[in-house]
């Protein structure tokens, strides 16, 4: 199968590097840097007793002017005390326009949704369409090979509703019967070699493979049209990508409920920055030494710029959001403090 004859070298970067200006994210254009978003709050009435999160630009030698791609969401809703955490990954020429397009109107309007608080997944999963139909008719914003990935939740009470489109991910740390605090998959992946997302992007007359690279080593499993080798989208479910969802990338989010329970310990929230290099189990590790957010969410920051600067020389823009649980407050609220918030 081809790989094309006009990529240059690269392995696990997000973004295809190619002679060609249309694969993803590769032309070149005038950025300006930004600064990390660092917030630390507590929540009120749901089983999040305590978060923090950080936005970070990545680091690439070959654009010094590089912007952060990468947008975060962390808000209360007042009126039912939701708290609403996300981490968007943009990708392409103009990713962080469509990330921060999200993270400008997705909390107002999933909050003043008609199914808002009775049905908090309906809430998401329209307003996320909504939007991103704003985005594709927006002229100064160009999808057709721009895009963000979303892992996207809302606790109430101890329930936590995941929207999840692409390859940021949620996991859990909970304690196990021998008083172990281990890894708990609460989201899951849209890769592009994924049995099911394969066979739909085949269906639609999209390619699935992966650059091969004269060193042995082969690339992540990306998508292309079927007679052109673009995008290179390196996930099987984003929003915007226009060209890609002609290869039969979709930007449907898959939507769960996660009940949390009192050996919940912790949830952490991240964009690919953090999740290429860190396992799910090696992020617990790291976060269960520390007995603020704050402090976890820099460590695995460190580490994971560590091991990017390691493996690549690059280092992929990365949102990190911990936020730590405690069921009690929960069954305390019901015995008359705040009411706890649950549809």
């Given at each position: 199968m081809a790989s094309g004859g006009g990529l240059r070298k690269t392995r696990r970067r997000l973004s295809v590097v190619s002679d060609n200006k249309l694969i993803e994210g590769v032309a070149t254009i005038a950025l300006d840097a930004s600064d990390p978003t660092d917030v630390t709050e507590t929540s009120a009435r749901t089983a999040v007793s305590i978060y923090a999160g950080v936005c970070k630009k990545g680091y690439a030698p070959y654009n010094p002017r590089k912007k952060n791609q990468d947008s975060i969401i962390m808000t209360v809703e007042p009126g039912t005390g939701a708290l609403m955490l996300a981490a968007l990954d943009g990708h392409g020429e103009q990713g962080e326009?469509?990330?921060?397009?999200?993270?400008?109107?997705?909390?107002?309007?999933?909050?003043?949704?008609?199914?808002?608080?009775?049905?908090?997944?309906?809430?998401?999963?329209?307003?996320?369409?909504?939007?991103?139909?704003?985005?594709?008719?927006?002229?100064?914003?160009?999808?057709?090979?721009?895009?963000?990935?979303?892992?996207?939740?809302?606790?109430?009470?101890?329930?936590?509703?995941?929207?999840?489109?692409?390859?940021?991910?949620?996991?859990?740390?909970?304690?196990?019967?021998?008083?172990?605090?281990v890894a708990e998959e609460i989201s899951h992946d849209h890769k592009p070699d994924d049995p099911?997302?394969?066979?739909?992007?085949?269906?639609?007359?999209?390619?699935?493979?992966?650059?091969?690279?004269?060193?042995?080593?082969?690339?992540?499993?990306?998508?292309?049209?079927?007679?052109?080798?673009?995008?290179?989208?390196?996930?099987?479910?984003?929003?915007?990508?226009?060209?890609?969802?002609?290869?039969?990338?979709i930007s449907t989010p898959t939507l769960t409920v996660h009940q949390l329970r009192p050996d919940s310990k912790f949830i952490v929230l991240a964009s690919d920055g953090l999740w290429e290099f860190v396992t799910n189990q090696e992020a617990v590790d790291m976060i269960k030494e520390h007995s603020e957010p704050k402090a976890a969410v820099d460590a695995l920051l460190e580490e994971s710029t560590r091991r990017w600067m390691r493996e690549e020389n690059v280092v992929d823009d990365t949102t990190i959001i911990v936020a730590f649980i405690d069921t009690s407050r929960c069954d305390a609220a019901a015995d008359g403090g705040d009411a706890a918030v649950a549809p």
């Open positions: 326009l469509v990330s921060g397009y999200f993270r400008q109107h997705l909390p107002t309007a999933v909050f003043s949704h008609a199914a808002w608080p009775a049905d908090p997944l309906t809430a998401l999963k329209e307003c996320l369409e909504e939007i991103e139909e704003e985005v594709i008719k927006d002229a100064t914003i160009d999808t057709d090979f721009s895009g963000s990935t979303a892992i996207i939740t809302i606790t109430m009470g101890t329930q936590i509703y995941v929207a999840c489109i692409g390859d940021s991910r949620i996991t859990g740390g909970v304690t196990d019967a021998s008083g172990n605090i099911e997302e394969k066979a739909r992007i085949n269906a639609k007359g999209g390619r699935v493979f992966a650059v091969k690279y004269d060193d042995g080593f082969d690339g992540p499993a990306r998508v292309w049209l079927k007679d052109m080798d673009i995008p290179g989208l390196a996930m099987s479910r984003a929003l915007g990508d226009c060209v890609a969802k002609m290869a039969g990338v």
